[in-house]
Nanobody, 122 residues
């Protein structure tokens, strides 16, 4: 079992930055692939970024590549999403997720946080 709690969301102007954090509790955090997803009103949940167990390899959606950075600290059981050059279309609820094996599909992830709202004003 892994419990995930996101923090760091808020309101920011276009072009600004935000840093989201996800704190994990439970055993063997380093044994999980970690990812961030987002869901805008009226849209399906979509993949944003993921990071391997070691933190060495990262993957990004094309829409955020070059603007967002995912990282993790296995000693502190945290995963972070640094977001810069934010756009109004980045507005969504952002979710942290964990899985043993998975890729870009929400259904591949077993554990989810409650989400944190990010709103980017134009």
């Amino acid at each position: 079992q892994v419990q995930l709690v996101e923090s760091g969301g808020g309101l920011v102007q276009a072009g600004g930055s935000l840093r989201l954090s996800c704190a994990a509790s439970g055993r063997s955090f380093s044994g999980y692939l970690m990812a961030w997803f987002r869901q805008a009103p009226g849209k399906e949940r979509e993949f944003v970024a993921r990071i391997t167990r070691s933190g060495i390899t990262t993957y990004y959606a094309d829409s955020v590549k070059g603007r967002f950075t995912i990282s993790r600290d296995n000693a502190k059981n945290t995963v972070t999403l640094q977001m810069s050059s934010l756009k109004p279309e980045d507005t969504a609820v952002y979710y942290c997720a964990a899985t043993i094996f998975g890729g870009r599909e929400p259904g591949e992830y077993t554990y989810w946080g409650q989400g944190t709202q990010v709103t980017v004003s134009s």
